[in-house]
């Protein structure tokens, strides 16, 4: 087994228990993975409305033909996530909340389509942009129509 780096735009976060890489491959490609460790890495120790409105921004742009067709596709686009490529908080190990409202929300989104807000809504930032603000939260954040 060997300790495995994942490389991020301006350093490298070391996995700290080994994995195979393989492993490791198959983990990043999950959606789980991928939308708890983005709920970690934009509304981290927020609530769980905070987290999940986040990652429904996500989801709403794999739906959209505005954005690429895959979960992974669209959070590791470049100019989207800071968060995925300056090696910030995403790459932190996500809370328990996290993983439970990640898998929460995909299985909503796998049975039914739909998630917290309404399909139109594919952005989320401190500042207003796109078409329009559909709501600010109690954190401070916009979640904008595309």
């Not at 996995?15 to 991928?34: G, K």
């Not at 796998?110 to 329009?132: K, M």
Request: aromatic share 10%.
């Amino acid at each position: 087994m060997k300790r495995v780096i994942m490389a991020a735009i301006t350093g490298a976060i070391l996995i700290t228990q080994p994995v195979m890489a393989e492993e490791m491959s198959r983990e990043i490609d999950s959606d789980l993975f991928n939308v708890a460790h983005l709920m970690m890495g934009e509304a981290g120790y927020t609530d769980s409305t905070e987290r999940r409105l986040t990652a429904s921004v996500l989801l709403n742009r794999v739906d959209s033909d505005k954005f690429p067709d895959t979960i992974g596709e669209c959070l590791y686009q470049p100019g989207q996530y800071s968060t995925v490529h300056d090696g910030g908080p995403f790459w932190n190990e996500p809370t328990e909340d996290c993983w439970k409202d990640a898998e929460e929300l995909l299985t909503q989104w796998y049975e039914t389509g739909d998630t917290d807000l309404p399909e139109n809504v594919l952005y989320q930032s401190l500042f207003p942009q796109g078409c329009g603000t559909h709501l600010i939260s109690a954190w401070g954040q916009y979640f904008c129509y595309g």
